[in-house]
């Protein structure tokens, strides 16, 4: 168990927790639970990793333990003593640190300010000592490897720069508990190997940590033990001894889950979309590609580049600087978004939360936002239409939920990233624009997302694919395309080229990479 010790820091016994629905009623009577009388234990000086599919309950039993909620059922002592945890204020004073998924931060103010937030140090006047907010975060930041200017606008940060300081800020208040909610899923391969390094660094000063990541690799790595949930249940505990990848799978799927990427679709030569000399930025340069019926076309790269932008620019999101752009045969001028849902051409974006749907609204109404015209002619919204489409998704998808009528901002993150394929989908599309479609996604919910676009092309639709996954980029594609700032670097048609190594040359070494394929 690492250099963990005989001190448990914290005891959570049969924690219950029921949906609601939107009137806040429990739904007892029915038996419907996201967290089923579930134990977890910390000791003082571990990672405890939590393990499970998306909707499992990881993310709902911490959000219990850090007071985002409370549970219906259940007690939680913390060094032995029972504790009533009912907000994150007083989960914060019991020394519980909570790292969400979704940054909690201020985009206006600066790093100081985000980090002081609430406990700002004053002097006689009521004044904020701003030296002094300043020089304790630069102190803070520097303990994790980043010289940052703490007046910097948070805004003008990228988004891995950002996570490091809500990770500093969460640290700053001493926690002896820490929960870390995919802390590494915005950083960057430097980035990661400092806050690692940073968790090794907390474990051995006995600091219990607790772990959430649909990331094999990290997970092993740093994992002492590991439970695993699934349906709102605690499957299993292992220890690092006992852990297998195999087993871990099974016990989250509650089944073998097969891995290995299975194509059955067959590319055609076909043309169904065609670009000739674009250019997505003034100093890029114009490059061509095509995608064909029944054909996965991904696209790899680096952070930046570039790929989202063409991707948006060719649905018509964004402007292009110059090239033409060819659908069914045909030159597709002046793209733009209400245009090429007509046309079928659907575009799945990486940011389900911002861009892919409306949270406040439910699934039946997420789902027919692109086929308005189908579900309301005449201005006369068709109820049961509507609703038919959303449940066919949902059934197409294995969303969990409570029905058409579920708000999809309460569903889990693999869920909400199913209601938004489902919204594409029932566009009924030609091509299909995929972009990081597992993002965030457990293994299990990746080989059904692998098994759809398998499917979409065996259906005749031609597929492209962004990826920053390499395992996925290999095993989904029939052809690649590396593009670098802005720029295609290569073509890769050979399922025999297709290998990590090669594909890292080319995303690293750019310039000479095109210099050899010129």
């Not at 690492?2 to 001190?7: E, R, Y």
């Not at 990228?158 to 915005?186: C, F, G, N, R, W």
């Not at 952070?303 to 948006?312: D, F, I, P, S, W």
């Not at 639709?461 to 290569?490: P, W």
Request: glycine share 8%; net charge neutral.
């Amino acid at each position: 168990m690492g250099s963990a010790n005989s001190t448990k820091l914290l005891e959570m016994k049969s924690i219950t927790k029921y949906i609601y629905d939107e009137q806040g009623r429990g739904l007892v009577a029915t038996g419907i639970k996201i967290l089923d009388a579930v134990d977890f234990d910390l000791f003082a000086g571990e990672v405890h990793v939590i393990m499970g599919e998306n909707g499992a309950g990881k993310s709902t039993l911490m959000n219990v333990l850090g007071g985002v909620i409370e549970p219906d059922e259940g007690e939680i002592l913390i060094n032995g003593e029972k504790e009533r945890i009912r907000n994150t204020a007083e989960a914060r004073n019991k020394g519980i640190g909570f790292i969400h998924q979704e940054m909690n931060l201020c985009s206006n103010l600066d790093i100081a300010h985000n980090m002081f937030l609430g406990r700002e140090p004053h002097n006689r006047l009521g004044l904020s000592k701003t030296k002094k907010m300043n020089s304790e975060t630069a102190q803070m930041l520097s303990k994790l490897g980043f010289n940052i200017d703490p007046r910097t606008k948070l805004k003008n940060l990228s988004t891995a720069m950002q996570q490091i300081v809500e990770i500093t800020k969460v640290m700053s208040y001493h926690s002896k508990i820490l929960i870390m909610d995919e802390p590494t899923a915005t950083l960057t391969g430097r980035e990661v190997d400092i806050l690692f390094k940073l968790i090794r660094d907390l474990r051995d000063s006995n600091i219990g940590i607790i772990y959430i990541s649909h990331r094999m690799e990290e997970i092993e790595d740093l994992g002492d033990r590991f439970s695993v949930l699934r349906d709102g249940k605690l499957v299993g505990v292992m220890s690092k001894s006992e852990y297998s990848r195999a087993e871990c799978m099974k016990m989250m799927a509650g089944r073998v889950v097969n891995l290995m990427y299975k194509s059955t679709h067959v590319p055609t030569k076909d043309e169904v979309f065609r670009v000739e000399g674009i250019k997505i930025g003034e100093n890029t340069k114009p490059f061509d590609f095509q995608i064909n019926k029944g054909e996965v076309v991904s696209f790899g790269g680096l952070v930046g580049a570039g790929r989202t932008e063409l991707a948006k620019s060719i649905f018509g999101a964004r402007q292009y600087y110059g090239g033409s752009i060819f659908f069914e045969g045909r030159e597709y001028k002046k793209p733009s978004v209400s245009k090429s849902i007509r046309l079928g051409i659907s575009y799945l974006t990486e940011d389900r939360k911002i861009e892919g749907l409306v949270q406040q609204m439910d699934i039946k109404s997420n789902t027919s936002m692109c086929v308005l015209d189908q579900v309301s002619p005449h201005l006369v919204l068709k109820t049961r239409q509507e609703a038919a489409l959303a449940q066919n998704a949902i059934n197409r998808f294995s969303v969990v939920c409570l029905g058409v009528n579920h708000r999809t901002g309460t569903l889990s993150g693999g869920n909400q990233q199913k209601v938004c394929l489902g919204k594409w989908f029932a566009t009924e599309p030609k091509l299909l624009i995929l972009d990081e479609p597992t993002r965030g996604i457990d293994v299990n919910a990746k080989a059904q997302i692998y098994e759809v676009i398998d499917q979409a092309a065996k259906d005749g639709m031609a597929v492209m694919v962004i990826t920053s996954d390499m395992h996925e980029l290999i095993g989904i594609s029939d052809r690649i395309y590396i593009m670098h700032e802005g720029n295609l670097v290569t073509e890769i048609a050979d399922k025999r080229e297709m290998e990590q190594e090669n594909l890292i040359k080319y995303f690293l070494n750019s310039d000479e990479a095109c210099e050899s394929e010129a």
